[in-house]
C-alpha cells in the first residue's frame, strides 16, 4: 500500500512506529522510507529502539544513477555489451 502510494504521488513516503508496549498493544517499530520508484529506501530495527537518518537530497542523486544503470542492464547487451562489475565490456575486451 505504501509503495504505491509513493510511486503514485512521485514522492517519499515515510511510515514511523513505536517500539515496546502500551497497555495491551505492542508495537514493533519497523519504521520504512520507500522511495518514488516503490522501493524501500531504509528500514529501522525490529522490536528494538533504532534511529535513522534519511536525506532525500542525496538520494535523489542515487536513484538517478539506478535509473540510468537499468537502463543501460536492457539496452547495452542488445549492442553486444555485457556487465563487467563497474564497466561495460565487449565480448571479452574492456572499452
Known amino acids: 500500500m ?3 502510494i509513493a510511486e503514485r504521488h512521485g514522492a517519499y513516503v515515510a511510515m514511523v ?3 515496546g508496549g502500551n497497555d495491551s498493544l505492542v508495537f514493533d517499530g519497523s519504521s520504512v522510507v520507500i522511495g518514488p520508484d516503490g522501493e524501500v529506501v531504509v528500514r529501522a530495527a525490529s522490536f528494538v529502539e533504532d534511529m535513522v537518518v534519511f536525506d532525500t537530497e ?3 542523486q542515487v536513484q538517478r544513477i539506478r ?3 537499468r537502463l543501460l542492464s536492457r539496452t ?3 549492442m553486444g555489451l555485457r556487465s563487467c562489475g563497474a564497466r561495460w565490456c565487449w565480448g571479452l575486451g574492456i572499452m
Open 67 to 69: 535509473r540510468t544503470e
Open 58 to 60: 542525496a538520494s535523489i
Open 2 to 4: 505504501l509503495a504505491a
Open 17 to 19: 512506529n513505536q517500539v
Open 76 to 78: 547495452l547487451p542488445s
